[in-house]
């Protein structure tokens, strides 16, 4: 059973600042998923990382994957408030051509402050 | 492109009653699923199906149903309501889970009361 974990699960940060998410997971992952959730809103991919080393970068936001380390990072890099927001990772096990959708994390509640 | 659709957005029920959720994707996609999300637990899978006419369980199916008469639509039934069932449901589809650069598109979320 695939158990994923975030830490921090509230982070306040400043503007300008650089900070890491983290997402540990139990056994393997066939991928890493990362979503983000506005209030009320439903939630928005931001990255799919495939295989180990996988990183990606979308403006001040960059995901990596450890698979052997069982570890994913998002980190945001001088931060605006508008990244202010909750993520969430997710991984995925595949079994015998089925699909056994994503377990999440519980999310990483961020506030972005001026 | 409408992409997911979930029907209502928002519903109150009464403890026993019954209610079916609605879910509609037009990307031509597999693969769907039910998830809720409460405070502070992330999204857990209810259910899921993997094609028209197939469904399995997820992590918390206890209360639930569902059914996946047509390709395009899956729907969530609570036959009695519970107070505990009060969440936030969230439909989700992928095209193939199997390989390549596969996101999961989600609906805009059902808000669900049971009083």
């Known amino acids: 059973e695939l158990k994923v974990e975030q830490n921090p699960l509230f982070l306040s940060m400043q503007e300008g600042k650089n900070y890491t998410i983290y997402c540990n997971y139990s056994?393997?992952?066939?991928?890493l998923y990362w979503y983000r959730q506005d209030p009320g809103k439903s939630l928005e991919s931001l990255f799919v990382?495939?295989?180990?080393?996988a990183v990606k970068q979308e403006g001040r936001l960059m995901a990596s994957l450890d698979t052997k380390a069982r570890l994913s990072t998002l980190h945001i890099t001088a931060a605006v408030h508008d990244l202010s927001a909750t993520y969430f990772c997710?991984?995925?096990?595949?079994?015998?051509?089925?699909?056994?959708?994503?377990?999440f994390g519980k999310g990483t509640h961020l506030i972005i402050q001026p | 492109n409408a992409g997911v659709t979930q029907t209502p957005k928002f519903r109150v029920l009464k403890t026993g009653q019954s209610m079916t959720l609605l879910c509609a994707q037009d990307?031509?996609?597999?693969?769907m699923y039910w998830y809720r999300q409460d405070p502070g637990m992330g999204l857990r899978l209810i259910h899921y199906?993997?094609?028209?006419?197939?469904?399995a369980k997820g992590e918390v199916p206890d209360g639930y149903n569902v059914s996946r008469l047509k390709k395009q639509n899956f729907l969530l039934g609570l036959e009695s309501a519970a107070p505990s069932q009060t969440s936030v449901y969230f439909c989700?589809?992928?095209?193939?889970?199997?390989?390549?650069?596969?996101?999961?598109?989600f609906g805009q979320g059902t808000r669900l009361t049971v009083v």
């Open positions: 997710a991984g995925a096990m595949y079994s015998g051509g089925g699909a056994d959708g994503l377990t």
């Open positions: 056994t393997t992952s066939d991928r």
């Open positions: 199906s993997v094609g028209e006419g197939t469904t």
């Open positions: 990382l495939l295989s180990n080393g």
């Open positions: 989700a589809s992928t095209l193939d889970q199997g390989a390549g650069n596969t996101e999961a598109f």
């Open positions: 990307m031509n996609h597999e693969y």
